[in-house]
């Protein structure tokens, strides 16, 4: 089948039941984006009280990247701990830490607290490189994170093997706060919880100007006008031109993810069998892979800067072949599924707080790691738009500059993904 199509969009419940659009209403906050990011930040400000907030959503909540991803829910960021401290300062390089450190323990209170239908798994993170140096690279960020009380464990070439169920890998560490969601449903569920809060979420409401007025902010989209005195943009990889130069700050590129026809019961207690999911970290390349409830086998990897035009691209051939180089067990095993997400990455690395101008914060850029950092940025979002100030915040507000023309990164993602691909197709 060359057709796309996406595991989570046929395994998801569906969503809640969204409000109409009222054109020249109002709301204390008004969020641009539905998905993980911009619901978190509602259901946030809804559990609050006191401040009414309205999500405008182009398309459906989880119809972004939030819908599309891999799922991990992931602590920390890509940058080693102790990094953050010398870029940021001890003090607030050690509160990102603790910040985004906990960012899985707020996803699964929500999960909990909300009821949400998303097969939540929390069986640990693996993360593994095919290079003895690269190894060696991994467990120095995973002691600086021993170092701060993280339940981490070193992992030799025997034990992943033994865990993960291939043979490529040389080694790699095991966080235990880390686990999977399905992450289409868990962003439906997110925007249930917010309406269930007292937030209104509108679908088909595209958002074209930002407008001050009076102190306050007209917000003009496709369906009329919404009068607001804070706007959040949770728009990530799909950033626009509303506010000036948000759009160039970040590199917009795609990534591929393909889902085998269930795994026979032999096969499947080869892979992952403790139920933990697994990660490289090439981070321009990397492979990241787990084992759904029905034993499909889900495994994504880099796309490009253009989307995938089918199923027979050559981004989802070169995943499939390199699958089936790291588990030969499953040569005959075909793929039922093959779908693509749109991310966003910055010069950093790191996700950006930014606050363009006053009473409009933006949080973006999670550079494949936003399951987890963007519920907890949603959260600092909701924070910030209820009066918190910027410096009490444990993640920095930072100055938006535009990537001139995106060369740097997009150069080095170029080089990167284009060595991928010739490894893949020749060795
Ligand atoms: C292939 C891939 C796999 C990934 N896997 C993982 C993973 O395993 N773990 C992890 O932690 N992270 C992962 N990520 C990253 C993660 O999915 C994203 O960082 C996260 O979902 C971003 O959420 P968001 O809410 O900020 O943006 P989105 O979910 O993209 O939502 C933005 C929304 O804004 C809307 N919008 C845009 N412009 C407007 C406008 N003008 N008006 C109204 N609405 C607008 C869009 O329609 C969209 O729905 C992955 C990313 C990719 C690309």
């Known amino acids: 089948m060359n057709s796309l199509c996406s595991l989570w969009s046929e395994t998801a419940p569906i969503g809640p039941e969204l409000h109409p659009f009222e054109p020249g209403s109002s709301a204390d906050v008004i969020v641009v984006g539905g998905g993980i990011t911009g619901l978190s930040a509602a259901l946030h400000i809804a559990e609050q009280g006191g401040q009414s907030v309205s ?16 799922g991990q829910v992931i602590a920390g960021l890509h940058a080693a701990p102790d990094d953050l401290s010398a870029t940021f300062g001890d ?38 490189n095919r290079s003895v140096r690269g190894v060696r690279a991994l467990q120095r960020d995973a002691l600086m994170w021993a170092k701060r009380g993280a339940p981490v464990e070193m992992l030799d070439r025997a034990q992943i093997a033994r ?12 966080d235990r706060r880390n686990g999977t969601v399905q992450p289409l449903a868990y962003t439906r569920g997110l ?14 409401v595209r958002v074209q100007k930002l407008t001050r007025e009076g102190g306050r902010w007209r917000v003009t989209t496709n369906a009329g006008h919404l009068m607001g005195s804070v706007v959040l943009i949770a728009t990530n990889a799909f950033t626009d031109g509303l506010v000036s130069r948000l759009r160039r700050s970040v590199l917009r590129v795609h990534g591929v993810q393909i889902a085998t026809a269930p ?3 032999r096969v499947r207690a080869t892979i992952l069998p403790q139920g933990q999911s697994c990660a ?5 390349s990397v492979r990241y892979f787990r084992v759904e409830p029905d034993n499909r086998l889900v495994i994504g990897g880099p796309g490009w800067l ?6 027979r691209a050559l981004s989802f051939q070169i995943l499939e072949r390199s699958t089936r180089r790291m588990f030969p067990q499953i040569a005959n095993i075909p793929f039922d599924y093959h779908w693509y997400g749109r991310g966003a990455m910055t010069a950093d690395l790191l996700p950006h707080l930014h606050e363009p ?15 987890a950092a963007g519920t907890a940025l949603g959260a600092l979002l909701a924070r910030r738009a209820l009066g918190e100030p910027a410096r009490d915040l444990p993640f920095p507000v930072t100055a938006l500059s535009a990537l001139p023309f995106n060369t740097a990164p997009a150069a080095r993602y170029y080089l990167s993904i284009a060595a991928d691909r010739l490894r893949h197709l020749f060795d």
Not at 102 to 118: H, N, S
Not at 306 to 311: C, E, I
Not at 360 to 366: N, P
Request: aromatic share 8%; hydrophobic share 40%.
């Open 55 to 70: 999500v405008l959503e182009a398309e459906t909540p989880g119809w972004g990247t939030s819908g599309q991803a891999g």
């Open 91 to 128: 003090e607030m390089g050690e509160r990102m830490l603790s910040f985004v450190g906990k960012a899985p323990d707020l996803v699964f209170q929500l999960i909990e607290r909300y009821r949400i239908d998303c097969n939540p798994v929390r069986k640990g993170w693996i993360q593994t």
């Open 357 to 371: 101008q006053p009473g409009i914060v933006a949080a973006l850029g999670y550079n494949g790691r936003g399951i």
């Open 280 to 284: 490289d970290n090439h981070i321009l």
């Open 191 to 204: 925007a249930k919880a917010a309406i269930e809060a007292g937030a209104k979420i509108h679908g088909n």
């Open 306 to 311: 253009t989307p995938p035009r089918n199923a």
């Open 263 to 265: 795994l026979p019961d």
């Open 163 to 174: 865990l993960v169920g291939t043979q490529v890998y040389a080694g790699g560490w095991l």
